[in-house]
């Protein structure tokens, strides 16, 4: 098929009719393969024209013209008609086919009656409807969704598959994906071509893990070499239409391999829990998504491995990166290896984690300190609370949903905590350490040995801080402030420190006092303690 002359715009216009009348604009077909199996899935019928002196015309040169001349919804109807006659004359001679794919161009669409023509063209030949499938571009829904929705909807209900042609060509991709309910999604190498590997790599394995979780198969279009095939592969897209497997093969070239070929359908890539609607997930008006940016507090979607025991996100919502105290988009976190973040011990209390989830199919709850080192701020080590549920799963890889806490400013008191209870326990081995234990309840308080021993208290003070200051243990000066921090105890302040001069001598301590409250967060039991403050110089 060499083109010998490419015809200009009159030209085309002007043997149009012809060209339909005579089949000078006709069908190839490009077989789409399974390259795990080698088995068939289906194939994408692509317009030629061959003009009797010019030659044989590619799309990209004709389909403009025919597009602008609004002659291109009668060429794709054309092309529908010839593979429902190439369909029919299979059918007739008893050959088992394959779901053969349409192309349907925006212009298509603004033809209010162009479904209503293809399925007379259907019934005409008496196809059964799983054997044609319909590819719309995203550029289908430029000028608004109304239009695009309402074909699509009419398609659904007659029973066609719809896929997505072009997918991640236009930077509105992912929006596209929950506003256009498609069957299957296509994306096309070229768009991709020289990202496999680096960001872009992950950038398309999240897309086809997104994919994946909403349940949609994905074939990956213009695949020209192994690496490229086996690449889509290792992120879950085992379906394949390129070069690499077949050019696009004219009618009788095809037939050959249809019938050469094992036969298999399409499959999305991940089974789902059944409760999940991940549709309206990516709804930006459904209660979902609602959920996920607003209430649920922060949350990511990831896919773990259990073979190579690789993480991937794919999606983060608002708070997890306010809850991480990150300065990255979601965008660059999804881009970044999420056990960079995680020392090996870490690493290893969350993997147990993820696969008892796995293995009881239950919420698991794991804290783990992870280190985060930034340009602006330096390294900082926070303490991750995150609860855990498998939602998904494919092979060896499992889709967690995870909620996330910032758990660091209670692990840091707690640490505190147990300090300042170690202290009050053998403040009296500690030459300049007093300490105390005050119980919110009652007001009692009770003082350390080297309290009782060095400034006469007795071993239970009741209405403290009362009688400390009357007996000017307390200064004056500092009483209300004292008094107040008892009040702020009293309403669940964790932790209150300053420096106080105390003792007859009013010598500067350093006073602190961490809170400590019962499993439903109420105030129980605070610890006091004054470190003589001594002066370094
Ligand atoms: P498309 O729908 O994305 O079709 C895929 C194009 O990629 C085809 O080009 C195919 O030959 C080419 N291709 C497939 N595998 C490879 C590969 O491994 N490497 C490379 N470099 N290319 C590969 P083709 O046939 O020239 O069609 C171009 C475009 O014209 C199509 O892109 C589609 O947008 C349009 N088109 C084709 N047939 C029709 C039709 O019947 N109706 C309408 N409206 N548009 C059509
Ligand atoms: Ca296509
Ligand atoms: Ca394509």
Redesign the pocket.
Known sequence: MEELQKMNEPELVGCFEDALQFDHIYAVY?PQINHSTGRMVGA????RWKHPIYGVQ???DF?PVLEKNNL?YR??LH?FETVCKFQRKCLDQGISIIPIS????RYDIYNTNYVEEIEAIRMKYDIPVQYLRL?ITESSAIGGLELITRVLRQLHDRGYTVEM??FGSGYSSLNILKDLDVDVIKL?M?FLAGKIGGRGGTILSSIVQMTKWLGTPVIA????TMEQADYMKSTGCNYI????YYK?LSEEEFLVKMMQLDHEPLTPGMHLVKTLDAGKFWDPNSMETLIFNNFVGGAAIFTYDVENHALDILRVNRKYVKELGMNMSEHEIIGKDPWAFHDEKSREKYEKALKRAIEFKDEEMVETWRTFVSDCCGEDRICIRTYLRVIGDAGTQYLFYSMVQNVTAEKKRDIQLAEDEARYKFAFEQANVYAWEYTIATKEMRPCFRCMRDLGLPPLIKNYPEPVIENGVFPLDYADMYRDWHKQLEQGVDYLEAIIPLTVGRVPFHVRYTLEKDENGRPLKAYGSATLVIDEK
């Not at 994408?44 to 317009?47: G, V």
């Not at 349409?102 to 161009?105: C, E, G, P, Q």
Request: glycine fraction near 10%; hydrophobic fraction near 40%.
């Open positions: 490009q994408e019928a692509l317009m590619m799309p990209g389909i291109i060429a794709d092309i349409v192309n349907m161009s590819e042609d072009d096309d070229a279009e213009g695949v020209e239409q390129g070069y690499l696009p």
